[in-house]
């Protein structure tokens, strides 16, 4: 490579999926680390991941049930917009239809802190719920 003048070229391996700095409003953390449902439809929890592509990133938003721990909803997109959240909630809204009062959890990213993830919400009766600011253990409780 060297003598033919080419250079390898890096790209980033880490993408940030949660932007929790904005001026939306911000659920209180209702699920308080009660990972372990008795029920199904008790509480769901969200979360957005990236998978690399020869195509560049490709984004999957998933909704998991405590109870099961099954993927009840999923949506993928090349980019993040509030839409991709919202399509994962609605899969796992049609293929559960639960009662309202089912807990949501989720980071406090833009995605879920917007109008039309808490819109989708309202309409159905479910309890948002998000975990503290840059805390991975979803806790409101300090890390030990």
Aim: aromatic share 6%; charged share 15%.
């Amino acid at each position: 490579m060297r003598l033919n003048g080419l250079r390898p070229v890096w790209s980033a391996k880490f993408v940030h999926t949660t932007d929790s700095k904005h001026g939306l409003a911000v659920s209180p953390n209702v699920l308080n680390r009660q990972f372990e449902q008795a029920l199904p439809n008790q509480a769901w929890v969200a979360d957005i991941t990236y998978i690399r592509t020869r195509s560049g990133w490709l984004y999957l938003a998933a909704v998991l049930d405590l109870h099961s721990r099954k993927i009840v909803g999923w949506a993928m997109s090349p980019a993040m917009p509030a839409g991709l959240v919202c399509a994962a909630l609605q899969m796992a809204i049609v293929q559960r239809n639960p009662a309202p009062g089912l807990i949501v959890h989720s980071d406090r990213g833009t995605q879920y802190a917007s109008a039309e993830h808490q819109a989708l919400l309202k309409k159905h009766g479910l309890v948002g719920s998000m975990s503290r600011k840059g805390n991975c253990w979803n806790s409101d409780k300090k890390a030990r």
